[in-house]
């Protein structure tokens, strides 16, 4: 079954520093979501990507960005590392954005 | 803005009991959707159960339903016959009905269920 995958499962950062996360979507889904997930907190949206362009929004600096390629893979940027950064981030992918399907997330620590 | 409460922040079980997991919501919204999800120590958010706002039939799925109060804005979990593979946090979660831009997923904090042998 092609379910969501994402890369890496652990990675440990520095403040500072640049880190990049990727997502493959189900197979037949075209919309890919971010969420971050503190400890001990629900997740919180980040943005949606849809046909290549950003569709949506959460409240989240620049410091994050994303992009969606042509295969519908998806990637999420977070610059200038703060130890506040610390989270499980998931990634979920859905059919125009009906029925989601998440991934097992990537556990980022900064230190 | 809508908002989602989960007030249990751990909850305990005997196998083969029910218990029953608390959700509030908050929306101006007269139609939306409501979830549950399940997170196991696997991480992945497995949804359990969906409610459409617009429907008065409480969803049911298996071993799980729901008692969904509109007017009250409570979205409660109801896990019959627990098993200790229930055992995970558990998220409510609010989506507003219409796609586009505005499909995003609302969560609560969570309810952690354990659950005993």
């Known amino acids: 079954d092609a379910g969501v995958t994402q890369s890496p499962t652990h990675l440990i950062k520095t403040r500072g520093q640049q880190v990049t996360l990727r997502c493959s979507p189900k197979?037949?889904?075209?919309?890919v979501s971010w969420y971050q997930q503190a400890l001990g907190q629900g997740p919180q949206f980040i943005f949606q990507y849809y046909e290549e362009e950003e569709r949506q929004r959460g409240n989240f600096p620049d410091r994050f960005s994303g992009h969606q390629f042509p295969n519908y893979s998806s990637e999420l940027n977070v610059n200038a590392l703060l130890l506040g950064d610390s989270a499980l981030y998931l990634c979920a992918s859905s059919l125009q954005g009906d029925g989601y399907t998440f991934g097992s997330g990537t556990r980022l620590t900064v230190v | 803005a809508q908002t989602v409460t989960q007030s249990q922040p751990e909850m305990s079980v005997q196998e083969a009991e029910t218990v029953t997991l608390s959700c509030t919501y908050d929306?101006?919204?007269?139609?939306?959707?409501l979830f549950w999800y399940k997170q196991p120590p696997s991480r992945q958010m497995i949804l359990v159960i969906r409610?459409?706002?617009?429907?008065?039939q409480n969803a049911t799925e298996n071993r799980f339903s729901v008692n969904f109060q509109k007017a009250a804005k409570s979205f409660s979990l109801k896990i019959s016959d627990s098993q200790l593979g229930d055992a995970a946090m558990y998220f409510c979660a609010y989506r507003m009905l219409y796609g586009g831009a505005t499909n995003k997923l609302i969560f609560g904090t969570g309810t952690l269920l354990a659950v005993q042998p």
């Open positions: 929306t101006s919204e007269s139609d939306y959707y």
């Open positions: 197979s037949g889904h075209d919309t």
């Open positions: 409610q459409e706002a617009y429907k008065q």
